[in-house]
């Protein structure tokens, strides 16, 4: 029988070789965990399908697992059907590839319980590349002079009055600097190391070079965050939201000092008010303080609760930043947007009740007065679901961050019936995306806008928050097809994280100054991702600097470049990446809790 099935396997291979030149099988580089789902998607640009497919050891070369290929699905983006190929029921460790009875055959991948280990503190690299004022993998300092205030006037600072706010990250692969989305990667590195502390190692100093300090490194990159967040909160009536704007974009090059703002080498830093603010000629649509302060909350409410045991004054320090940042939360209700100068991409910011909802729980947690929890609870009914869920479109960052945090902490702080309200509101908007995913060989529910990608790692989150929080498993198939996309189970066949899994296909020309202008690599930075064709043939400013690597991949639908040139699909972004470190993290604390 082993015999007849090795024959089988070749000459299935032969067919694959000579005659299948239209069809694919798309996997998880990373690979898969023996007690998860595993699924690999068979695609097609011809009329032909197929009924079954064998999982084949690598090297034995033999059929370990048969299944059916299942429901057919139709024409998507460039293909014109589709299968889900289902192995999960077979858990033994190897190295196999995917073989379906047309002869396609799938790359070689993983199943153990190890797959993901250490991802985490790999995508971690990035962060410490993204730093500002030391930066450790250059090993020189940048940055240093910032800034000079703008809209301040209101609190006895006129606009160029001179503030010390060196610090922080890089926001992607231009040098601005945003407190909202800063806040958001700090709480999210903050958050990983709560919940899953075993994964992360101490390989580093506090100041990012080698060595260790008896601090998890992850733990060291949030504390980094948290100090330029009390640097941009010095006064409870003085908060800032953004160091320099899109003039940074003048010209690609190193983080260095830079002199494009007229003030020598400081940049401008623009000032919280609560009104809409413009330079040049695009003015923002701030309405109030909320969605920046609360961010701020969380950050600083999260740092004190995990640093008090380790740095009892500085985690006093936090808590007190918490509370003020709290009240100035309230001084006018609404969002904070951001500045552009130059062209009218900004960070458009829409929501802000989400934020506040999780400053309220985070308050709660640092007083226990239940007031909080009405307050947290009264907001989640503002805004039950993140509202990009029920659209298949919206404006950059037009909804952030990309999922409700506070409807977690809610449920977490809260037993009973807000605990349930709070997990319901997490499923409404889970059973939105699965509708549209549902038509389609990938399970693709999240709209391709610009940063697709952090969309996707961000409803990964949220279905494994309610998974873990309520039990119920039914989508657990559709969080997994979420990561899986994010790591080659997708129409290109490419994973989008720099440089992982080591040996696979991931992006090798991303629009960064380090690899455009030196080849330094950007070891686990997330790129933006896929975006509708419609965005990307609209952009201002977009050119391919070489032959379309996937170009047979491309659609009316949607597009991904791996080249330097494209802004829109293939930057990659702090805040994404640090909200794929909590991913990441949470996979393999998945694996350590079934070992």
């Not at 910032?146 to 009055?161: I, N």
């Not at 413009?278 to 969380?298: E, H, I, L, P, Y």
């Not at 007065?369 to 947290?376: G, L, P």
């Not at 899994?501 to 202008?517: R, W």
């Amino acid at each position: 029988m082993h015999k007849l099935l090795s024959i089988m396997v070749f000459v299935l291979c032969a067919i694959q070789v000579f005659g299948q030149e239209n069809s694919w099988i798309r996997i998880n580089q990373l690979g898969y965990l023996p007690h998860n789902k595993k699924v690999a998607v068979w695609v097609t640009k011809s009329n032909n399908g197929i009924k079954k497919f064998n999982i084949v050891n690598k090297a034995t070369n033999k059929s370990v697992f048969t299944g059916k290929a299942g429901k057919e699905f139709g024409k998507y983006g460039p293909f014109t059907k589709g299968y889900r190929l289902d192995f999960s029921k077979f858990t033994k460790d190897g190295e196999y590839f995917v073989l379906a009875d047309d002869g396609t055959k799938s790359p070689t991948f993983k199943i153990n319980a190890d797959v993901y280990k250490g991802t985490a503190d790999f995508a971690l690299r990035y962060m410490r590349q993204q730093r500002t004022l030391f930066n450790p993998y250059l090993k020189d300092s940048c940055h240093t002079h910032d800034g000079f205030t703008m809209y301040a006037s209101s609190v006895g600072m006129p606009d160029s009055t001179r503030v010390e706010v060196a610090g922080g990250w890089h926001d992607a692969s231009d040098y601005l600097q945003y407190a909202t989305t800063s806040a958001n990667a700090t709480y999210h590195l903050l958050a990983a190391y709560r919940d899953f502390p075993s994964v992360f190692t101490d390989e580093k100093l506090a100041n990012g070079l080698d060595g260790k300090n008896g601090f998890p490194d992850v733990l060291d990159e949030a504390i980094w965050g948290l100090d330029w967040l009390v640097k941009m909160h010095p006064q409870p009536n003085i908060m800032f939201n953004q160091i320099a704007d899109d003039r940074d974009h003048t010209k690609m090059r190193l983080p260095g000092q830079d002199s494009v703002y007229g003030r020598g080498h400081e940049r401008p830093v623009y000032f919280i008010d609560g009104n809409p603010q413009q330079r040049g000629k695009f003015m923002n649509n701030t309405t109030g303080t909320s969605s920046t302060a609360a961010k701020f909350v969380s950050a600083f409410g999260l740092g004190h609760q995990l640093l008090k045991e380790q740095n009892s004054q500085y985690a006093d320090l936090l808590k007190e930043k918490a509370g003020t940042a709290y009240q100035y939360a309230y001084i006018k209700p609404g969002v904070t947007q951001t500045v552009s100068v130059k062209s009218p991409y900004i960070y458009a910011e829409d929501n802000w009740v989400d934020d506040m909802e999780l400053a309220e729980a985070t308050m709660f947690n640092l007083n226990n007065n239940q007031d909080h929890i009405q307050k947290a609870l009264d907001f989640a009914r503002q805004e039950k679901i993140t509202p990009w869920m029920q659209r298949d479109t919206a404006n950059h960052y037009q909804y952030y961050p990309f999922i409700n945090l506070g409807h977690f902490e809610l449920a977490k702080s809260s037993d009973g019936k807000v605990k349930k309200e709070a997990l319901q509101y997490y499923r409404e908007g889970i059973e939105e995306v699965n509708a549209r995913a549902q038509e389609n060989m990938f399970l693709r529910g999240v709209p391709f806008i610009w940063c697709s990608n952090n969309l996707t790692t961000s409803f990964a989150i949220q279905c494994l928050w309610y998974r873990d929080a309520s039990g119920d498993k039914q989508f657990e198939e559709l969080e997994q097809a979420n990561i899986d996309w994010l790591f080659g189970a997708n129409p290109w066949g490419t994973s989008m994280v720099y440089g992982l899994p080591e040996h696979g296909d991931t992006p090798t020309e991303p629009h960064s100054a380090f690899t455009y202008l030196h080849n330094y690599p950007i070891d686990g930075g997330l790129v933006d991702g896929p975006v509708y064709s419609a965005i990307y043939n609209n952009l201002i400013g977009i050119q391919l600097y070489k032959p379309d690597t996937y170009a047979q991949f491309q659609s009316d639908l949607v597009v991904y470049h791996d080249d330097f040139g494209d802004y829109s699909t293939n930057e990659p972004t702090m805040d994404g990446t640090a909200s794929l470190i909590y991913l990441l993290s949470a996979k393999e604390g998945e694996s350590k809790k079934k070992e």
